[in-house]
């Protein structure tokens, strides 16, 4: 079972919920789990899990490179590149690395084979174990702006055992954007972390129209600083039918937890509870699926 824990926007506490259910399963359930931080711009979930990491591997695409001698400046490369990664001046062919999404065809239909296709390094990828919490994440290179392949690989490594039952969980980036469409893609649920304000509204009806609409995926939600904000969340969900599974109330000692680098539920185990109730929820939400 793969579960992605997404927001619409970022600070509402994604990585909490994503650490402490994968703590809370691994401890109270006893259940083998996986947790992949997908968040490559700003993974965190290490800062809070700890692993010890024993591997390392580094992202890499290929982008174009000109032979200027057998160049003729014909223009086709730049012709047929959909994401303008590729021009063609009066004395030489441009390539704008970071824009490029390997496609390759400019290479293919360059007639003079002038084109080469070269390594670019988008990231790493770590893997390791937090105690008995198989960990994975990502690492976008500085200055990279392709988050998206980086989180296909990393979701093509950070596998489980052949014929082992795990539970993987992903810690989405935050927002709409391409890279969360990676991340959710193939998933069993979605759950959506918000908080009870306009904007953590607007957000999560946005991130609902894409897990559920769009994907087709089951969601639920946890309110995260319920107590803060309005009741339009818990309006939307009801009149959306979305359930709402579990509310994290507004709580200083979960702030200063965070803050200080430490797993919330290790230091106020009385929320376990509540996190076991939601991964109970979207394990029966698969089972109904199924
Ligand atoms: S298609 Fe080939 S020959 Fe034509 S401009 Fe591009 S690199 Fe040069
Ligand atoms: S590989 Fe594809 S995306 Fe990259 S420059 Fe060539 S045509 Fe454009």
Redesign the pocket.
């Known amino acids: 079972m793969v579960i992605a824990v997404a927001s619409g926007k970022g600070g509402t506490g994604k990585t909490l919920v994503a650490t402490g259910l994968a703590d809370v399963l691994s401890e109270d359930v006893g259940a083998p789990v996986l947790l992949v931080d997908c968040d490559v711009e700003e993974p965190n979930a290490h800062l809070f899990l700890r692993p010890e990491i024993e591997r390392t591997e580094d992202v890499h695409h290929l982008v174009p490179q000109?032979d200027a001698d057998?160049?003729?400046?014909?223009?086709?490369?730049?012709q047929v590149c959909a994401f303008n990664a590729?021009a063609?001046v009066p004395t030489k062919?441009l390539v704008f690395a970071e824009m490029c999404h390997a496609c390759g065809s400019?290479a293919r239909?360059?007639?003079?084979g002038?084109?080469t296709e070269v390594p670019l390094t988008l990231g790493r990828l770590e893997f390791g174990h937090a105690g008995s919490i198989g960990f994975a994440h990502g690492l976008l290179e500085v200055g990279q702006a392709l988050a998206t392949p980086v989180i296909r690989e990393l979701k093509r490594k950070a596998q489980p055992e052949p014929g082992s039952v795990v539970t993987t969980i992903y810690d989405a980036p935050p927002g709409n954007a391409c890279s969360v469409v990676e991340t959710l893609q193939d998933c069993d649920y979605a759950l959506l972390v918000t908080e009870p304000t306009p904007f953590g509204l607007h957000d999560l009806r946005l991130a609902v129209e894409l897990a559920r609409d769009a994907l087709g995926l089951p969601v639920g939600v946890v309110i995260n600083r319920d107590g803060l904000g309005d009741a339009g969340v818990e309006d939307y969900c009801a009149e959306a039918s979305v359930p709402v599974l579990a509310r994290i109330p507004f709580d200083r000692r979960i702030a200063h937890a965070y803050s200080e680098g430490q797993l919330w539920t290790q230091a106020l185990p009385e929320y376990r509870p509540l996190l076991r109730s939601v991964a109970d929820a979207a394990l029966r939400a698969r089972e109904v699926r199924q």
């Open positions: 000109v057998l160049c003729t400046l014909c223009g086709r490369c730049a590729i063609v062919v400019c239909q360059c007639p003079e002038a084109i």
